[in-house]
């Protein structure tokens, strides 16, 4: 039967050449719009999503602000400054909390034998790394609870004030000055992408444990404060009972947003994923409609083989074809057209998108639009939407064929 299917399909590609080639074309040029325009979109979001979390990943950073709104008598306009025994009391307190650092900061003058450089420096604790999304490189480690116990001088750099400061060496184990003090290099960031940021990239950064920064500077009062929950499900509850509880401590109302803000990287990266999401619903909606309009060319020439090849649907229905097997042939030849464009189109989008990744691409935006993602996931629904058009659109031209009256179709001409 396949094969019977098959010759057919053959004999009316050569009755109608023009217009299955034209068809196929169209069916071609709407999967590489879908999968061109959906791999790139994919690519994109995930590059976005990378830059995010490069400047936090799940992370809350508050800062201390000034009340807006009167209290138990108290005025407005108070400053809320945040200590090291905040830091200890949201430990005890809040048990959602996966990681909290203090975090200290300040401008200073970095100096290696082999250079100078000026750059922000921040004093912070363990897990500062986690919540900040810094991968050492290997041979290097993050500060450690022994570094923040012992006040230790050790520094940990960004890997563009590495290149400036040890431009021929591994700068892990080697001596610099911080403010003309001698630290000993622990180790050094791995590049990454980063959007959101403060005071500068952490590629230009150098960071040392909080208990020696409070030693070489007496700042009382901390920067900000880095809480990562356990889970993201927590954000809300972990939000809402740090205000609670610097609300308690420093007397002002736990709603008032002023006295605390907050820079909520998980509320950003559901809002960033909610966009995403639109935005791919969108090119798959245009995508779609690419498709349908090719889908109207397929059913057109379907029409035409079914009007063209009336006296032999008449002749086989006369000796016994059963109407099943009438509809079969043509939708079999609808989606059989489908799906060949849509592979042509598929081929053609992949080797765009492999030929763009091959490409050394440097810029912001090569590193957006440099990095498609042919995902399956992406080829499955194209193949799906492929067959359904395919189906749709051969479904009414073959049941006008099955229709069809045997003794009046052997007078068609």
Not at 13 to 32: D, E, H, N, P, V
Not at 52 to 61: E, F, K, L, S, T
Not at 88 to 94: D, F
Not at 330 to 341: D, N, P, R
Request: with cysteine; aromatic share 10%; proline share 3%.
């Amino acid at each position: 039967m396949w094969i019977n299917l098959i010759k057919e399909f053959l004999q009316d590609m050569r009755k109608q050449k023009l217009r299955t080639t034209l068809t196929i074309m169209a069916i071609t040029w709407g999967t590489f719009a879908v999968v061109a325009l959906l791999s790139f979109g994919e690519g994109l979001g995930i590059k976005l999503l990378e830059g995010a979390r490069g400047g936090g990943d799940q992370v809350m950073i508050f800062y201390s602000g000034q009340t807006s709104k009167p209290y138990e008598g108290l005025d407005i306009g108070r400053r809320v400054r945040f200590t090291e025994e905040d830091v200890a009391l949201v430990r005890r307190s809040v048990p959602q909390v996966k990681h909290v650092s203090a975090q200290y900061g300040r401008s200073v003058g970095l100096r290696s034998e082999f250079g100078t450089t000026n750059t922000y420096m921040e004093g912070v604790d363990t897990g500062f790394d986690v919540m900040r999304s810094m991968i050492t490189r290997s041979g290097g480690r993050f500060i450690n609870n022994r570094d923040i116990e012992e006040n230790r001088r050790v520094v940990y750099i960004g890997y563009e004030i590495a290149r400036q400061l040890f431009p021929d060496s591994n700068p892990v184990g080697q001596q610099m000055f911080i403010d003309h003090n001698p630290f000993t290099v622990i180790g050094v960031m791995e590049e990454k992408m980063q959007m959101g940021m403060s005071n500068g990239p952490d590629s230009r950064r150098a960071i040392i444990p909080y208990t020696t920064y409070q030693q070489m500077y007496s700042q009382r009062y901390l920067g900000s404060i880095l809480i990562r929950p356990h889970q993201p499900e927590y954000q809300e509850e972990v939000n809402a009972r740090f205000r609670e509880l610097m609300a308690r401590k420093y007397k002002f109302h736990a709603d008032d947003t002023q006295a605390i803000q907050v820079w909520d990287f998980i509320e950003s990266e559901r809002i960033f994923t909610q966009v995403n999401l639109g935005i791919k619903m969108f090119l798959s909606i245009v995508g779609l409609f690419t498709l349908l309009i090719a889908g109207v060319g397929v059913a057109n020439i379907i029409y035409v083989v079914v009007k063209e090849r009336t006296r032999e649907i008449g002749v086989k229905k006369a000796i016994g074809a059963r109407n099943a097997h009438i509809i079969s042939q043509f939708v079999f030849e609808s989606v059989f057209i489908c799906l060949l464009g849509g592979l042509l189109g598929l081929s053609i989008a992949a080797g765009l998108i492999f030929g763009v990744k091959a490409l050394p691409l440097d810029g912001d935006v090569a590193t957006f639009l440099g990095n498609p993602v042919l995902a399956p996931d992406i080829m499955f629904m194209t193949t799906f939407i492929l067959s359904i058009i395919g189906c749709v659109a051969g479904i009414f031209p073959a049941m006008k064929a099955s229709k069809v009256d045997p003794v009046e179709s052997l007078r068609y001409e």
